[in-house]
């Protein structure tokens, strides 16, 4: 359990991984909320862009004549994989950047 508080009240680790856990509602909340704790916002950041982008990626799978439904497929257990990922590295207190989104959330943080 993280000793560090966010302004919300929550444990730093619970109130990230709530982040991943209610994918886009979570993550919109704390970034609301959040005043104090840069970890909490990073990662409702991070989860904010990267299942933004897996959202869009799903839905334009569905535009691709024949290979559209593997791809579609494709995507839903990357999301999966990612989601458990993050849930997991959140609650472990661990910055774990995702490839690219992480470097996109980060610079974001920057500018808060």
Avoid at 10 to 38: H, Q, T, V, W
Wanted: glycine content about 8%; some cysteine; proline content about 4%.
């Amino acid at each position: 359990m993280s000793p560090f508080r966010s302004s919300t009240g929550l444990p730093d680790n619970i109130a990230a991984a709530l982040c991943y856990f209610f994918p886009f509602i979570g993550a919109i909340i704390f970034l609301a909320l959040e005043k104090r704790s840069r970890f909490v916002l990073f990662h409702s950041l991070q989860s904010l862009i990267a299942f933004g982008a897996l959202m869009i990626a799903h839905v334009l799978s569905g535009f691709i004549p024949l290979l559209g439904d593997v791809a579609g497929a494709l995507i839903s257990l990357c999301s999966f994989a990612v989601w458990l990922l993050m849930i997991y590295h959140a609650l472990g207190s661990r910055w774990f950047k995702l490839p690219w989104v992480g470097q996109i959330a980060e610079s974001q943080l920057r500018q808060l």
